[in-house]
Nanobody, 130 residues
Framework: QVQLVESGGGSVQSGGSLRLSCAAS??????????MGWFRQAPGKEREGVAA???????IYADSVEGRFTISRNNAKRTLYLQMKSLKPEDTAMYYC??????????????????????WGQGTQVTVSS
């Protein structure tokens, strides 16, 4: 069973930076072959895709974070990262990492769709004050 554990959340002022991490364990297949994504959910809102990285390490970003956030992964450490810069109050949310072994299907259906991911972490809170 794949387990994902996020860390690195916290409270920052507008314009600040944070780096989220997602440590993975229990992978049946090669970690590098999985599609991985970061999602967020603010109170009263639906969960939305923030960034994703696919099996060839191509990256995809939501328009709202393009140029400010960077997704990456260290395959040897089985850890996914989200570097967040120039944070805004509207970035305030619970951030989740997610994984899917069938990366081809994820890419066909849409890497920013929460429903296509099989495994989820518990989340880490990010709060940005103005």
């Amino acid at each position: 069973q794949v387990q994902l554990v996020e860390s690195g959340g916290g409270s920052v002022q507008s314009g600040g930076s944070l780096r989220l991490s997602c440590a993975a364990s229990g992978y049946t297949y090669s970690y590098s072959s999985y599609c991985m994504g970061w999602f967020r959910q603010a109170p009263g809102k639906e969960r939305e895709g923030v960034a994703a990285i696919v099996s060839d390490d191509s990256t995809i970003y939501a328009d709202s974070v393009e140029g400010r956030f960077t997704i990456s992964r260290n395959n040897a450490k089985r850890t996914l990262y989200l570097q967040m810069k120039s944070l805004k109050p509207e970035d305030t949310a619970m951030y989740y990492c997610a994984a899917a072994p069938d990366c081809a299907t994820v890419q066909a259906l849409g890497v920013m769709m929460p429903s296509v991911y099989n495994y989820w972490g518990q989340g880490t809170q990010v709060t940005v004050s103005s």
